[in-house]
């Protein structure tokens, strides 16, 4: 039997009930990197009250896309690579976001367009 294989897919959900976004900020680390962060109130598995703290890797903007199975979001994620996502609704999780991360795709080769041959042309030459 094969394992499903999970790697660079994921999901977002409504949050839960006990967790609650109280703070946004940054935090520099000891090589002067600046990092985005939020800071979530939640509970632990023992229903403590816990902040956990949440680091910016990516950022998801809204495409504008009528092309089908295009995502609803996709944007930079980490530091080479691409996030898309696209809404989804479930009986038991309600609205959520499924994810994937894929490598980044190179903007020249997008905007560069496919050579058209000219086929009159083509049939013409002497080799």
């Known amino acids: 039997m094969t394992e499903y294989d999970n790697s660079n897919k994921g999901a977002a959900f409504a949050p839960k009930e ?5 703070l946004t900020g940054s935090v520099q680390d000891d090589k ?3 990092n985005r962060i939020a800071i979530v109130k939640d509970t632990d598995h ?7 703290v949440y680091e910016r890797v990516g950022v998801l903007y809204q495409n504008e ?10 944007g930079p994620y980490k530091q080479n ?3 898309a996502g696209w809404r989804n609704v479930s009986e038991s999780a309600g609205n959520y976001l499924s994810l994937k ?3 980044k795709q190179n903007s020249q ?3 560069t ?4 041959v000219d086929n009159e042309l083509a049939d013409s030459a002497p080799f």
């Open 101 to 103: 991360i894929s490598e």
């Open 32 to 34: 002067q990197n600046k």
């Open 81 to 83: 690579l691409r996030m």
């Open 113 to 116: 367009p496919t050579p058209q």
């Open 65 to 74: 896309s009528d092309t089908g199975g295009a995502p609803d979001y996709s």
């Open 46 to 52: 023992q229903g403590k009250d816990v902040l956990s």
């Open 109 to 111: 080769q997008q905007a």
């Open 18 to 22: 006990e967790q609650t976004l109280i």
